[in-house]
Structures are given as structure tokens and as C-alpha cells.
């Protein structure tokens, strides 16, 4: 049974107006029919976890409809907003395939025969961003010969920029879900209980305290709960949890994650196990004073370029600047949506951070940075989940920064 | 010979209707309101045929025969007449000529895959009619 939605609900998203956001750009660009393909155009139309190859075809009024792999369109029904029979399934039978399923319900139930067809192209770094491959691409051209085929993903990229406040209440609350894995983890880690204790341990007992608190899952496609410890914390910003034992003298970065109404909640947290050298600590105290300043400088009207600038002219003015990363945030949206700033493809450097995208009031990022310092088996990461103010930013993990030791 | 009936004629179309009547409660058919047109391509006789079969909380109420545009159904299974005709003497399942592109179903996949049993179950009744391809 499809979800009714409750605008008194504080995590109340107006999905009908998205859609009609969406058809309204649709219009402007002469668009007769959309294609979405992409897992953040799911999440933000459908308001449901579609993990399966699904298709999201938008017609230019009234609700759209989905098709995803059969064994998971039951699911998906029960838990969007769309109506039930709005919710289609391909499979391996004739007529089911995805090409006949999803052309003939263009042709023959929206009754489009021909016209401008938008589509999602492009490039990620993230394997699962779910462009449409160009199998699928040519397969559906053929199959579909009076349209002109638009590629449109910068309509939804364009519309999810600002998040309403439904969003924000949801990634609120995801970022105090993964605080109490962040809780969890350092009551397990302190008194020396992180003798013996494995990187994939100390995971898993974080994920335990957020499913507890409401998570429904560790999200991220990069390892779930990632974890460094020792030399590993300087290989740099994806450390999927290994069996490798925590030791004394170790540093240790736990960058967990939190799905709450698919709003990600990420915070990574860094810890040094006593014994601790004089020149760990100072690479500590560098990097607590790195993120408190690219924290203070975050409001709107500021630029990707600008921060980045601040942040490494404060590392180099402390010493510090051969060990940090020259990149502070990344984006952040429902689930599917971690990837780029901006909605804007330069055509210098396509698909990456628009430098010079200025930042509006309620926008989100994960300020997001990494220092490394290899040749000396250190290294430490912050992420954290902010909304853009109009003087500044609200930093939504509110687990105190610093660099604690612990024994 | 002469007891069998041409299939998908109005013979067939009777005895079809008796048949399902009388053999499919509406407890066996899941009490389903539904219906759906198999369409006939490259019949013996040049014609493209269909089969158009309804029900009405399980009831079977209507079972149709003909040429040229069926009555509109909720689903739509299209395929040769051989394949056809091989589900109905059995030498062939209806899932498996789905399964492998010799029938091609439009419709609402999901619901349709619920229907699958009770899909069957009519299958069955039909291929005990004595039939004259």
C-alpha cells in the first residue's frame, strides 16, 4: 500500500511538487517525456530505497512511473508515495525485458510516439551512480525511433541543490544516529578495550548502537563503516574496515555512516591510542585547527574555490600544507547523491566540483577533509554533514571535534 | 475426430466456458478480478485470433473468441499460434514460453506475477479440451 504523505510530518517531503518542478523544467525545454536511470533521481522522486536497476519515466503531467527488478517492485510499492499501479516491474520474459517494458509503456500507455526524450548521461567516481549504459542507450533508441534523445540529468541535479526542510530534519536526525555510533565506539575503545579489537570490530559494534538508534543502513558504497588504524590512517579516504588488530600508538580514523528516510548521515572521528609522540599530537592539532576554519568560513555566497583556497593557505601557514588534501567537501543529498557540488557540467573538467558554484542558504555538503602524512603512518579524516546559512553553517554531527586521547 | 473441437472456435469458446465454470471455484482462482487477451499471430488460417478471458471475483464471467482487436484486458500476451497451441496440449509450460521471449506479456509485470498460479490453473483446464489444431 502506498505511503500517504503527512505534511504535518516533520520529515514531510512535497514529492508531488518535486514532480511538478521537474515537469515545469520538462516544459521549458520543450522535454515530451524523462527518463531517469540515476539512484538520486529515485531517491528524490520516489522517496523509497531503490537499490536495483530501476527506470523513472516522467511524463509532462501527473505522476511518474517506475519500473525496477521485478523481486523488489512489491517493496518499493509498499513504501513510496507513487500509486500502486505507478509501480511496474521488468523481468526475463517476453515483453518484460527492460527495453520492451519501458519503450512500449511510452508508446502505448502515455501514448508518446515521438518528441525529445530527456535522459541521464555522464560520469561519476562512485560505480553506482546509474547513467544509463550505453547498451541501454542504443537499445532504447532503437526501440524508440521518433525521439530525439536530450540528456537532462541538470533538471533534477538543478532542483535537489536546495533541501527543504523535511530533508534537513531527516539528515538531522541521521547525523545524531551516527553520534551514537561515535558514543558507542569510544566506550568499547577506552580503558584499554581496544586491546585486541579489530578495525572491522569496532565497525560493526558502531553499526550495532545506530541500528539500535534507527539506522537502516551504513550506506556507503566505500565500505560501510570505514576504518583506519595505524598506517593505514595515511592511505588516504576510503579504508573499508580490515581484520587488522587496533595497537598502542596507533592513530585511528572511524568515519561511520547512517541512513535515516534516506538522508545519509556521515561523521568520521579520529582518535590517537596512547602512547602519544609529540609529533603525532602535532599533526593533531593541525588538523582539529584546519576543520575549525574551514567550518568558521562556510555561509552562503561563498564558493568551493574559496574555501579550498582558505584551508590550504591556513595549513601552510601552520606548516602543515604538504599533508592535506586540496579539497574540503563533497556533495550530499538523499540516498544515490554524494557525489559533485553544483549542477553546473564545465566543460573543462565535466562531471567534477564546480569551483566556482556559490553557495546558497540551505544547501548541504559533507565538509570533507584529509590529512595524510604516509611516511610517518598518520593520517586523519573529517566528514561531517552541513547546511549552508545565510552567515555561516549548521554542522549537523554534533560530536565534539578534537583529537582525544584514549588508553 | 468429430468430438474434438477447432480450437478458438465457437465450439472451443463454449466448451471453454463450461468448462472453466465448472472446474475453477472462485476459492481456486484466488477470487481475482482480472482479464486478459492472448493474441494469436501467424494462424493457419492468415488471421491473427484472440483468446480474451474475465473474472469477476474469481468467477470466470466472460471467455471470448475471435479476429482482428480483442476486447481490452488488463493484460495482453502475444505469440504465435504454434506456441499457443503447444501450452494448450501441454508440451509446453506458459511461464516457460514467458520466460523464454516465445510469448510476450504487456501489462503490469508485478500484478501479473501474482496471477502466475491462477494463470496455470486456467491452463490446465484448457488443455483437457479435445481440440482440433
Request: hydrophobic letters at 35%.
Amino acid at each position: 500500500m502506498p505511503r500517504i504523505l503527512d505534511p504535518n510530518d516533520k520529515y514531510y517531503i512535497d514529492n508531488p511538487g518535486r514532480v511538478q518542478a521537474i515537469q515545469a523544467e520538462m516544459h521549458k525545454r520543450g522535454i515530451d517525456v524523462y527518463l531517469g536511470s540515476r539512484i538520486r533521481t529515485m531517491s528524490f522522486v520516489m522517496d523509497a530505497f531503490c537499490p536495483w536497476r530501476s527506470y523513472l519515466i516522467i511524463p509532462p503531467e501527473g505522476q511518474p512511473t517506475y519500473f525496477t527488478f521485478v523481486v523488489d517492485s512489491m517493496r518499493v510499492a509498499d513504501e513510496t508515495w507513487l500509486d500502486e499501479d505507478n509501480v511496474r516491474a521488468y523481468g526475463p520474459m517476453g515483453g518484460m525485458d527492460q527495453t520492451s517494458a519501458i519503450t512500449d509503456f511510452i508508446k502505448e500507455e502515455l501514448g508518446i510516439t515521438k518528441g525529445r526524450i530527456g535522459y541521464e548521461d555522464g560520469v561519476s567516481t562512485w560505480t553506482a551512480e546509474g547513467n544509463l549504459s550505453h547498451w541501454e542507450y542504443t537499445h532504447f533508441k532503437d526501440a524508440l525511433p521518433g525521439f530525439e534523445w536530450i540528456n537532462a540529468h541538470d533538471i533534477i541535479d538543478g532542483l535537489s541543490i536546495i533541501k527543504d526542510k523535511g530533508t534537513i530534519e531527516r539528515f538531522r536526525t541521521a547525523s545524531l544516529i551516527v553520534d551514537e555510533g561515535h558514543k558507542a565506539a569510544r566506550a568499547a575503545l577506552e580503558n584499554g578495550g581496544y586491546k585486541g579489537m579489530t578495525e572491522t570490530v569496532i565497525a560493526g559494534i558502531a553499526a550495532l548502537a545506530m541500528r539500535k538508534a534507527g539506522s537502516v543502513s551504513e550506506w556507503n558504497f566505500a565500505g560501510l563503516n570505514e576504518i583506519s588504524s595505524g598506517y593505514r590512517t595515511g592511505l588516504g579516504a576510503c579504508t573499508p574496515p580490515t581484520t587488522k588488530e587496533i595497537q598502542a600508538g596507533d592513530p585511528l580514523m572511524l568515519d561511520f555512516h547512517s541512513m535515516f528516510k534516506l538522508a545519509l548521515g556521515d561523521h568520521s572521528h579520529n582518535y590517537l591510542i596512547g602512547p602519544v609522540t609529540k609529533r603525532q599530537r602535532w599533526h593533531a592539532d593541525n588538523f582539529v585547527a584546519i576543520i575549525q576554519t574551514v567550518l568558521d568560513n562556510y555561509r552562503a555566497g561563498t564558493t568551493p574555490g574559496t574555501l579550498a583556497a582558505i584551508m590550504m593557505d591556513f595549513a601552510e601557514s601552520r606548516g602543515c600544507g604538504d599533508f592535506i588534501q586540496p579539497a574540503c567537501e563533497h556533495g550530499i543529498g538523499l540516498f544515490g547523491d554524494e557525489w559533485r557540488i553544483g549542477a553546473v557540467v564545465n566543460p573543462d573538467l565535466p562531471y567534477w566540483t564546480d569551483q566556482d558554484h556559490v553557495y546558497a542558504e540551505n544547501e548541504m555538503v559533507v565538509c570533507a577533509m584529509q590529512y595524510a602524512a604516509p611516511e610517518e603512518n598518520i593520517g586523519f579524516r573529517y566528514e561531517n554533514d552541513i547546511v549552508i546559512v545565510k552567515g555561516g553553517c549548521e554542522v549537523l554531527s554534533k560530536y565534539p571535534l578534537g583529537i582525544e586521547e584514549i588508553s | 475426430m468429430a468430438d474434438k473441437h477447432v480450437y478458438l472456435s465457437q465450439s472451443w469458446r463454449d466448451d471453454a466456458l463450461k468448462r472453466l465454470q465448472t472446474e475453477l471455484t472462485p476459492e481456486k482462482m484466488n477470487h481475482v478480478t482480472t482479464s486478459m487477451s492472448n493474441i494469436y499471430k501467424n494462424c493457419p488460417d492468415g488471421e491473427e485470433h484472440f483468446l480474451f478471458i474475465e473474472c469477476d471475483d474469481g468467477k470466470v464471467t466472460r471467455v471470448e473468441t475471435g479476429t482482428g482487436e480483442p476486447p481490452q484486458g488488463v493484460f495482453r500476451i502475444i505469440g504465435s499460434y504454434e506456441t499457443f497451441a503447444r501450452i494448450s496440449r501441454a508440451e509446453l509450460g506458459a511461464q516457460k514460453a514467458l520466460m523464454t521471449g516465445k510469448l510476450k506479456l504487456k501489462g503490469n509485470l508485478a500484478k501479473a506475477l501474482r496471477l502466475a498460479a491462477v494463470s496455470d490453473r486456467l491452463n490446465k483446464v484448457l488443455a483437457q479440451i479435445p481440440t482440433q489444431y
